[in-house]
């Protein structure tokens, strides 16, 4: 409503092209009000892109679904390995995507029984990629399925000699990122360590965690 104040006030604040990424997060109220920032309805360009496999934020989506749609399709998954685009598929709904990228290691299903157990592994696979130089720490990152609080990995604040961070936090040069897969949304790494797995039941929240990834995934729990 502000918003809606101030550029009723100072019109030449109002903008010429509006773009949206990440569109299937705004509620209809949002995009309504976007819309009214600009210059003209009929001149001004309004571009929303989303993915409705990724809508775990808004339940809306009568506004997008009354704009006029794109010519073009965006079919090609340019992010992951072919392995990992194998992965969530399952959990895709809509057309059918490709991934062009390269065929990649397979994606790693480590069975643990207990916390303590996702812990160790996660730390010999840190531990074990570091080590080597295949990547760098600020190269992974863990994802938890539950709240960034409960997380066993998140508590204890280390793993394998690196301070675990939060998304947005600055990097320091024996960091990795540390959060929840909700707030990971939109992000990218290239090596995903998935825990806490039981909690991930929504498909939309599956899909965004298993595509994360550019390189290497890892899914760290129970059978």
């Known amino acids: 409503e502000k918003l809606l104040e101030a550029v009723e006030k100072q019109p030449e604040l109002k903008f010429d092209s509006i773009v949206i990424d990440e569109g299937q997060d705004f509620s209809d109220d949002w995009l309504d009000l976007l819309r009214f920032t600009l ?13 409705d496999n990724q809508r775990i934020f808004s339940g809306e989506k009568l506004f997008l679904d009354a704009l006029p749609q794109a010519r073009f399709r965006l079919s090609r998954n340019l992010r992951n390995t072919k392995a990992i685009h194998k992965s969530l598929t399952p959990w895709y709904a809509g057309k059918k995507t490709i991934a062009v990228g390269p065929a990649g290691e397979d994606v790693k299903w480590e069975i643990c029984r207990d916390d303590q157990q996702v812990f160790a592994k996660a730390s010999v ?18 994802l938890s399925g539950r709240a960034q609080g409960d997380c066993v990995l998140f ?20 960091s990795i990122v540390g959060d929840t897969v909700r707030r990971f949304k939109g992000l990218e790494a290239k090596c995903i360590i998935l825990v806490d797995i039981s909690y991930l039941t929504e498909p939309e929240l599956i899909y965004v965690a298993l595509s994360r990834p550019a390189v290497l995934l890892y899914v760290l729990g129970a059978e």
């Open 125 to 142: 696979i840190v531990s074990s990629l570091l080590k080597s130089n295949q990547l760098k720490p600020e190269d992974i990152a863990i």
């Open 39 to 51: 210059k003209s309805f009929d001149e001004s360009l309004f571009y929303v892109f989303y993915d």
């Open 155 to 174: 508590k204890k604040g280390v793993l394998s000699g690196c301070k675990i961070i939060s998304v947005g936090e600055t990097y320091g040069g024996d």
